[in-house]
């Protein structure tokens, strides 16, 4: 039987990938790629040659019985995606799932993911942290999706393009208020890796009026309900003043 191998690749700078991850995308069987083109350009710079097969959301399903079969047949096989770590917000769950089901080993090659890149140097708290992936498109589904993570005390952690960025910002000050701390990581380990810190109201505005600020992709952090002692003490300091203003004349 052979291994199913689980390759994170970089983000965005080629030097991030791990030496094991190169040795064992060299030696595999066959690797399956979200972009076959994309992974051969990784792989040329590596000057590794290797079989790669077609394997995303859309075929996911269909493909994943043959790929099982290989594996049965005694091939190691590797799984990458376009950026990143699989399965986090990309393909390969039906994949995992399904080998693991049949008794077949999986083993984890860890490197770069940009919602653990973002947080690592966010300056958000990162003791507890819940990772959402991307946002609903549609500004009535996203809010009500939002509101059920009000109340959510550790950091959010949201995926989204930079042309979706501003919309999502103005949903995120909409439910869960606009004076929330917030972190926008974009362009994570490249040339114009950038993070903006504020309130959700400020980066929303912010980024609405900046046009470079919304190129590439980013990484949204918001800081959770209770973010800490400043925003409890804040909370507490606007509940006696808005009892202090009732009482006094
Ligand atoms: N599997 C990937 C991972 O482990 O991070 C995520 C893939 S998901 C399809 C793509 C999203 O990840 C982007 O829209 C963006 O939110 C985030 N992302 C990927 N690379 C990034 C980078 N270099 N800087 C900031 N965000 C990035």
Redesign the pocket.
């Known amino acids: 039987r052979g291994r199913l191998y689980v390759v994170?690749t970089p983000?965005?700078n080629l030097a991030d990938l791990s030496s094991r991850a190169r040795e064992v995308l060299a030696e595999v069987a066959a690797i399956a790629a979200e972009d076959t083109r994309h992974t051969r350009r990784l792989l040329t710079h590596y000057g590794i040659a290797a079989e790669l097969i077609a394997y995303h959301e859309h075929n996911e399903a269909a493909l994943t019985p043959r790929l099982l079969e290989r594996l049965a047949g005694g091939d190691d096989l590797a799984l990458v995606?376009?950026?990143?770590?699989?399965?986090?917000?990309?393909p390969g769950f039906v994949l995992v799932r399904a080998a693991r089901q049949r008794g077949i080993r999986v083993v984890p090659i860890p490197g770069?993911?940009?919602?653990i890149?973002?947080l690592s140097a966010a300056g958000l708290p990162s003791d507890r942290f819940l990772f959402l992936?991307?946002p609903p498109r549609t500004a009535a589904r996203c809010r009500s999706w939002l509101a059920g993570l009000v109340d959510e005390p550790g950091t959010l952690v949201?995926?989204?393009?930079g042309k979706r960025a501003v919309r999502t910002l103005a949903d995120l000050a909409a439910v869960l208020g606009g004076g929330r701390r917030a972190v926008v990581?974009?362009?994570?380990?490249?040339q114009f890796?950038t993070f903006l810190v504020g309130e959700l109201a400020e980066l929303a505005e912010r980024l609405a009026g900046d046009a470079e600020q919304r190129l590439?992709?980013?990484?949204i952090l918001v800081e959770g309900a209770s973010g800490g002692d400043d925003a409890a003490a804040a909370r507490e300091q606007a509940r006696v003043l808005g009892i202090l203003a009732e009482a006094l004349p």
């Not at 770069?112 to 919602?115: F, H, L, M, N, V």
């Open positions: 994170a983000i965005g995606s376009d950026a990143g770590t699989p399965l986090i917000s990309d770069p993911s940009a919602a890149t973002a992936g991307f949201f995926y989204e393009s990581a974009r362009e994570l380990t490249k890796e590439g992709e980013l990484v």
